[in-house]
């Protein structure tokens, strides 16, 4: 059974760090590409971040370009998302999903980053 | 908002059919049967429930079907029951530098 477990949510002052993991099992974990997806208090769903499988290539959406890092660890089959110098909007829910064909078809429970003074 | 547009809600009965629309562009929805449809219960994670499309994966019930015409796909969901009470969410690759677009969602309500 595919599982994608996050963790390191919490809250955070602006301008503040945090660093997300998402911990996958069940599957080749390094075959696939990864994403970060968030969702903010009662609002749709944005993609934040991708990776690909080895790691070598990544991408972002502008709100987060610069200030935002994906990565992955694949020995340890964990995704990871460092987050700097975060905002009010960063607010939402992450969660990190799993890019299998043309679609995400396999979703973690999520992980709730609150930025707030 | 949303690079996809869909309905901000629908309702049915029991038994009933709807269907939930999702327009876009010849960029994304219009260029590429890369199509998917997500269900979401509250404080839950989304759940793939139809993909390139119109393909269902394993274990999604075959009352759940998707079709695109144009720029602008559809799910139909046949036989309503309460369980499918939720949000549902379409979602697309496009050929823009957002590389892949959501739509902002329609809350499905069974009456």
């Known amino acids: 059974e595919v599982q994608l477990v996050e963790s390191g949510g919490g809250l955070v002052q602006p301008g503040g760090s945090l660093r997300l993991s998402c911990a996958a099992s069940?599957?080749?974990?390094?075959?696939?590409?990864m994403y970060w997806v968030r969702q903010a208090p009662g609002r749709g769903l944005v993609w934040v971040s991708r990776?690909?499988?080895?790691?070598?290539?990544?991408t972002y959406a502008d709100s987060v370009k610069g200030r935002f890092t994906i990565s992955r660890d694949n020995t340890k089959n964990t995704l990871y998302l460092q987050m700097n110098s975060l905002r009010a909007e960063d607010t939402a829910v992450y969660y990190c999903?799993?890019?299998?064909?043309?679609?995400?078809?396999?979703w973690g429970q999520g992980t709730l980053v609150t930025v707030s003074s | 908002q949303s690079a996809l547009t869909q309905p901000a809600s629908v309702s049915g009965s029991p038994g009933q059919s709807i269907t939930i629309s999702c327009s876009g562009t010849?960029?994304?929805?219009?260029?590429?049967?890369?199509v998917s449809w997500y269900q979401q219960h509250p404080g839950k994670a989304p759940k793939l429930m139809i993909y390139?499309?119109?393909n269902r994966p394993s274990g999604v019930s075959n009352r759940f079907s998707g079709s695109k015409s144009g720029n602008t796909a559809s799910l139909t969901i046949s036989g309503l029951q309460a369980e499918d009470e939720a949000d549902y969410y379409c979602?697309?690759?496009?050929?823009?530098?957002?590389?892949?677009?959501f739509g902002g969602g329609t809350k499905l309500t069974v009456l």
């Open positions: 999903a799993r890019y299998g064909t043309r679609c995400f078809d396999s």
């Open positions: 069940g599957f080749t974990f390094s075959s696939y590409w």
């Open positions: 990776i690909n499988s080895d790691g070598s290539s990544t």
């Open positions: 010849s960029s994304d929805v219009g260029g590429y049967n890369y």
């Open positions: 390139d499309v119109s």
């Open positions: 979602g697309s690759y496009t050929s823009s530098s957002t590389i892949w677009v």
